[in-house]
C-alpha cells in the first residue's frame, strides 16, 4: 500500500479517538455538526535514502466550531496535535521516521464561527 494511504489511513483511525469531535471527515463534509474535524489533501514529495523508499508528507487538519470565544476550539486543536503525534511507528509497510509541527492557526469568520489548522510533516521511510 502507498505510504500516502496508510498515513491517511492512520491518521483518520487517530482522530476517531479525539474526544469531543462529532465526526472526522476526508475533505469538507455535505452536513455535519460542530465540532468537527477535516483531514485535507496530503502532499507528498520523494523522502527516499540510499537502499529504501521514503515520503515526506504534508498532513493537514481543520477542525470547525461554533461558539462565543474560542476555548473549545483551542482544546480541540490540541487534543488533534496530540493525536497526531502519537501515530503508530509501524504502519503496513513503512516505518514512521519523524511527526514534527509545521503551523497551527486559531481563527473566527463570521460572528461565533471558529476554524483551527493543524499542519504537520510527517516523514516515513519503507520497511527493510
Known sequence: MSAERVV????????????????VYLGPPVKATPPYAMLGELL?????????????LRL?????DVGEAPARIQAL????????????RDLAGWRLASVVL?????????????????????????EG
Open 8 to 23: 491517511q489511513a492512520a491518521a483518520l483511525d487517530a482522530l476517531r479517538g479525539v474526544a469531543g469531535l462529532n465526526g
Open 77 to 88: 486543536a490540541a487534543a488533534v496535535g496530540t493525536a497526531i503525534e502519537a501515530l503508530p
Open 44 to 56: 507528498s514529495g520523494d523522502w527516499s535514502v540510499k537502499d529504501r523508499a521514503g515520503r515526506e
Open 102 to 126: 509545521v503551523r497551527s492557526r486559531i481563527g473566527g469568520g463570521a460572528p461565533g464561527a471558529w476554524s483551527a489548522s493543524v499542519e504537520y510533516r510527517v516523514r516515513v521511510l519503507a
Open 60 to 64: 493537514l487538519v481543520t477542525v470547525r
